[in-house]
């Protein structure tokens, strides 16, 4: 018995079986990068490729020494025709917002290119790190320790934002003190605009030489919503996250007709976009799949999402299928035109009758309310729930606006689908479950795609360092046939959207594109999954075995590849 | 593109590449099924261990059949003396009550060892299946498509308990109708306690030559609380889904250092027994895990609960570790001594002051309550939030009792844990999210374990029936060195408890023993668990590499082995 107890107290902090094996799995490294099967910096030409703003003029103005620099030119890897080599290089690198599977590759990736000649230093806790000045120097050992693993709790991680003059001084200021060549910030959409703002900001005067600070950035989020057509497939960790939530989505599926008892609604993280949706919808073959860009495109009303999702509980009632899965992406709510439009009355309404509002029940604030909605704004007000209307009257942000993402949209639905049910079809059985699923999936350990994404991210980003570019976010493309290392210029990814009422330069959220080759293929096989039991029940991403090489469908689909089988 | 979409259409129902590989996944065979190579019937001996019921006077007057022939005397699986070859039985299967993973492999270890001599039929939809004698042949190319998947979707399940005499005749109207020599009961403890009934109900007169019908039972259920000591390590179900939710627990503790900003508290499933908790904690080493098992037998105050996990989460706050998480057993309301009281006073008072009680509001009916209620259960009922005193006075089944379970104690423990801590200790940070895993860890595709657990128990239960054995529940052990069927007499596991008022027979759920090795392993441990970050994130469950070999820790330990890993 000792002998086992003493194995258990040996594995502790992340040193069980899996936890040691997985860091010793070989990561495909693109053959770019590879000399002699050694690992090796890379030069960065033109690619033909460009990248399109529709604000142009605007983003050079604010732009002055990126768009000069770099221009709207999409530049690749290539082999390296000279044989200098750059020593003594000083880079730092920082995670920035929500966690997603791969970063500690991104940090092994360029700690590898960098080699024992140039230095990383890890920035802790995020951006707010990087103005605090909290660094330390990346060891050989924490590489060996981090590789492949889940998390980003090597560095940690914040959601600071850099807008104000005294945050952008300090950040300069840790840059010199540190004496850095260059800073990589892992991120999203909002993280990847703040990179441009700060490559710009630091292009100049920074260093005694009076050369500038490089600044890189790394496409992260598991919302999968950083996405360039075919110059950026995917953002890392969306791959991750979508296994995690198809095996468990996929075990519910596979429950439903063993049980023959339940409806389950799971809610699904993903922010606005419903790319996570879309994945796990193409690996699972729900009945229902819910996706916010077609309602907002098709101008889709709740009570018409509502009947179509009836309409599907009652046909397959009809076919002896009392159960099912409705799958929901997060954002919903605020893709339902009529709802988006309800709700910003409501807000104003809201604010002029406070006085008025307060201490009245339900029935009496739905009276005053009246008076002040639009009819059809009244109606669709009073059809949601009780519990949802007091929700909308009470939990209000500092702003006085509705915290929207604090709407319980799976029950929403359950209960509005449960009413219509009972009046349309009052024989039909509908018990229901809901879930939701999102920090599941930002942790855990990265598939074999994720692993080798980041990785060759991490190498592009190091070789942007060492190559001297600023104001680029790494891409890795061609995943189907060994892959092609892209560099994407940051500021021209920029375009003018209101933000908070004002105009704001940012990287717009890719949605998910009606006409995209994924969507396409859902729609046109999405009737069949909600008649009939075609789901899949995916199972464990592996990471060992035949089936371990599997990248995200819909990646697979909107690039135009003929197969599942990632090939680095 | 054409080509990826007909291969996407091509893997729909459960043929996606994982599903696929997984079937051809060859599951190891205990080799006392196995003459040159292939799956042979055993013959069946006394082994020299027994059951001991405490009620066993009692049993023997119910179960004169059973008791008579098979006694106390458990049985062990022995190569085949003769030669004879057993030909034309019917057999036929069942699944009973909630799914587990590996239900499909029993049924396809019984398949195997009757052989084409013999045939096997599927009972659709449970014990309400067999009643109505819903039967089907099971062919070879059924096994193909199910061997190794998860989920009891092939037969179908359900609760029916089999107790009137109607139902009884109804049972022995099938076994007549098909021709049935035996039934196999795939279940938990009350569905093997109903298959205890059953073989002494039809121990003779049912066939025309006036021999019985024989029952076997394999024991099943993902809560663990059917296992017996060394003769029956753990029943098939529990490894997959402590895994799957082990993956879950384990990515949302890499999220904590990683995000640094949450306590997540996790109810698993798992009934009234904490083994399922136990096994997560053992596998992730959480701040906080509770088991009900301990609660109840040093009779802890709710009070007292609340205390221990404020006191971890102000240590670690005051450390710099805003963050955590604390395990939730699913049945722990029901083994806090002192609310099982309050609560058994609160139904009576509720049932005998309904008209009174009617239309107040809760602090009126607090008033009513308190000249009912002795004075330590109205402290202990005021203290509880609002939300849970109105559910525990209005959520009541047709007998007027609380539905227990439906109280949801991760929210009821984060919001008494919260009041603490701000009183005190008010500077602490404490953000909280909630989960509940359940119903994703009952039809995952079944670990390693799983599948050549209930593989080989298909087999130990089809060798019994055609070695002509009723009365028995299969099991396996010795799983660290090749593995010993056993027959475990199902009438001498009865014992006499009090349910809804009245004496039943039944098998007793096996709870969690504090002077196990695997509870004495978890205390000796956790205060270090609860200090510092030591958890493991074991990642999802493999099916092929170096670490699919796993056993649960709970049952290495329990059973004495010296590691994790099986051995068949």
Redesign the interface.
């Given at each position: 018995?000792a002998?086992?107890?003493q194995?258990?107290?040996s594995?502790?902090?992340?040193?069980?079986?899996?936890?040691g094996?997985?860091r010793k799995l070989k990561t495909p490294v693109c053959k770019v990068f590879l000399k002699a099967g050694k690992i090796t910096p890379v030069d960065f030409k033109a690619s033909g490729l460009a990248v399109k703003s529709k604000d142009a003029l605007k983003v050079k103005e604010k732009f002055p020494h990126l768009i000069v620099k770099n221009g709207d030119k999409i530049l690749i890897a290539a082999a390296k025709k000279t044989k200098e080599k750059i020593k003594n290089k000083r880079v730092a690198v920082l995670f920035s917002g929500?966690?997603a599977a791969g970063g500690h590759n991104v940090v092994a990736g360029i700690f590898d290119i960098l080699g024992a000649d140039n230095t990383l230093f890890g920035i802790k806790?995020g951006p707010k790190g990087l103005i605090k000045g909290d660094l330390f120097e990346i060891k050989p050992e924490d590489i060996k320790r981090i590789k492949n693993?889940?998390?980003?709790?090597y560095l940690?991680?914040?959601r600071t934002k850099i807008k104000t003059p005294e945050q952008f001084e300090a950040v300069k200021k840790t840059c010199r003190d540190n004496k850095l060549d260059a800073l990589v910030v892992v991120g999203g959409d909002d993280s990847n605009t703040n990179a441009a703002f700060l490559a710009e900001y630091l292009a100049e005067h920074i260093k005694e030489d009076g050369s500038g600070v490089q600044v890189l950035g790394v496409p992260k989020t598991i919302d999968g919503d950083l996405q360039i057509g075919k110059n950026l497939p995917i953002s890392f960790g969306f791959d991750t996250a979508t296994k995690?939530f198809a095996?468990?989505v996929?075990?519910?599926l596979?429950?439903t007709?063993?049980?023959?008892k339940?409806w389950?609604f799971i809610k699904l993280m993903g922010r606005a976009a419903s790319h996570v949706a879309l994945e796990v919808a193409?690996?699972t073959?729900p009945a229902v799949a819910l996706i916010s860009e077609e309602i907002a495109e098709k101008n889709m009303s709740l009570n018409q999402i509502i009947e179509n999702i009836a309409r599907v509980v009652i046909e397959r009632a009809r076919n002896g299928k009392n159960y099912g899965v409705v799958v929901v992406p997060e954002g919903i709510i605020e893709f339902i035109p009529e709802m988006t439009k309800m709700l910003k009355e409501l807000n104003k309404a809201v604010a002029e009758h406070e006085n008025e509002l307060e201490n009245k029940d339900l029935a009496e604030k739905r009276d005053i309310l009246s008076s002040a909605l639009a009819a059809d704004n009244m109606t669709l007000f009073s059809s949601l729930p009780e519990y949802i209307q007091e929700m909308m009257l009470f939990d209000r942000d500092a702003h006085g606006n509705l915290q929207v993402s604090q709407i319980p949209t799976e029950r929403l639905l359950i209960d509005m689908v449960k009413k219509h049910i009972k009046k349309e079809a009052p024989e039909v059985k509908f018990a229901t479950?809901n879930?939701f699923f999102g920090?599941?999936?930002?942790?855990?350990?990265p598939s074999l795609f994720d692993a080798a994404y980041t990785y060759n991210l991490g190498l592009a980003a190091g070789a942007l360092a060492l190559a001297g570019k600023t104001g680029y976010m790494a891409s890795f493309t061609g995943l189907n046939q060994g892959g092609k290392i892209l560099a994407i210029p940051l500021a021209a990814l920029l375009n003018v959207e209101v933000r908070h009422g004002k105009d704001e330069m940012v990287i717009e959220k890719a949605l998910v594109e009606l006409d995209s080759?994924a969507f396409k293929?859902f729609i046109k096989?999405r009737e069949r999954?909600a008649k009939?039991?075609?789901?899949?029940?995916?199972?464990?991403?592996?990471?060992?075995?035949?089936?371990?090489n599997?990248m995200p469908?819909t990646v697979?689909?909107n690039q135009?590849?003929?197969?599942?089988e990632f090939k680095i």
């Open positions: 018995m002998s086992l107890e194995y258990l107290n594995t502790e902090k992340g040193k069980s079986l899996f936890e094996e997985i929500g966690p806790a693993t889940g998390g980003f709790d940690g991680s914040d995690v095996e468990m996929g075990n519910i596979q429950d007709p063993s049980s023959r339940y389950h193409l690996q073959k479950l879930h920090y599941e999936g930002r942790c855990g350990v080759p293929y096989n999954w009939e039991d075609l789901f899949n029940s995916p199972g464990p991403r592996q990471l060992w075995g035949p089936s371990a599997q469908i697979a689909l135009g590849y003929k197969g599942l």
